[in-house]
């Protein structure tokens, strides 16, 4: 395998080698949810929903900070295949566990958990529909939800103006398919890749996490930065997208 295929040689959906699937975020999806919003990536649906409780975890009691965390689950009928749902198995969804902690500590990464006192924002990730990268899109929705959650804090009183959001963040996925880096893998491509990675980022270009694994043949260091760099690319438009439903953090 080389470093980079040709770049004239064709995506399974047509795409060039550096666009995103289609992104819309629909804020307030939910009408009981402190801050919510409906993710539809290509044709992944999550929908992302905060819950501010009063209290935090007993190992956080009296230590005058709050906790974000999260919870993720797939409906039965997102994928091809009915999943079983988690009230029914006889031992626990290892890979939705792994991805709700993901999740609750990339959120946790631009969150001053001391400027909102004892409290705990819930973010609950359910996925309607799958299509590959929902664990992306939990991601990017999660902090749309959490931002619009905090806001609806401090137009109630209940939190002062000290910023609580340090940065945006968002997520992504990046891949070799074909011989060649791309971003944004679909089912299919993510299925037939060489190598699979999701890269969580802040607004201001830090990483948070990335997860690559080489599915195949091993990758180089130069396809690891033409990946990370495709990341960083898609993860600016990612945040764009936020800040239109969300403005500029204060």
């Known amino acids: 395998?080389?470093?980079?295929?040709?770049?004239?040689?064709?995506?399974?959906?047509?795409?060039?080698?550096?666009?995103?699937?289609?992104?819309?975020?629909?804020?307030d999806y939910l009408r009981f949810a402190e801050g919510s919003v409906l993710v539809e990536w290509g044709n992944n649906r999550v929908i992302c929903a905060a819950t501010v409780e009063n209290g935090v975890p007993g190992w956080l009691i009296g230590q005058g900070q709050g906790w974000v965390t999260a919870e993720y689950a797939m409906l039965p009928r997102s994928s091809k295949q009915r999943i079983m749902r988690d009230a029914n198995r006889n031992k626990p969804n290892s890979r939705g566990i792994e991805i709700q902690r993901l999740i609750g500590r990339s959120i946790r990464s631009v969150v001053d958990l001391?400027?909102?006192?004892?409290?705990t924002i819930l973010i609950d990730c359910d996925v309607l529909e799958a299509d590959g990268?929902?664990?992306t899109a939990s991601i990017?929705?999660?902090?749309?939800?959490?931002?619009?959650?905090?806001?609806?804090l401090r137009e109630a009183g209940q939190i002062g103006k000290k910023?609580?959001?340090?940065?945006?963040?968002?997520?992504?996925?990046?891949?070799?398919?074909?011989?060649?880096?791309?971003?944004?893998?679909?089912?299919l491509e993510d299925s037939q890749a060489e190598t699979d990675m999701n890269v969580v980022m802040t607004g201001a270009g830090k990483y948070v996490e990335v997860q690559g694994t080489a599915e195949g043949a091993p990758f180089s260091?130069?396809?690891?930065?033409?990946?990370?760099?495709?990341?960083?690319?898609?993860?600016g438009q990612l945040i764009a997208a936020q800040k239109e439903v969300v403005g500029e953090l204060g």
């Open 1 to 27: 395998m080389t470093d980079q295929a040709p770049a004239t040689l064709p995506r399974i959906d047509g795409r060039a080698p550096n666009r995103l699937r289609p992104v819309r975020l629909v804020p």
């Open 114 to 119: 001391k400027a909102f006192g004892e409290r």
């Open 133 to 135: 990268g929902t664990r």
């Open 140 to 152: 990017t929705g999660a902090f749309v939800a959490l931002a619009l959650a905090i806001r609806k």
């Open 163 to 187: 910023p609580i959001l340090t940065d945006y963040l968002a997520a992504v996925s990046v891949g070799i398919v074909e011989g060649r880096p791309v971003l944004d893998l679909d089912y």
């Open 221 to 235: 260091a130069k396809e690891l930065q033409a990946l990370l760099a495709l990341a960083g690319e898609g993860i």
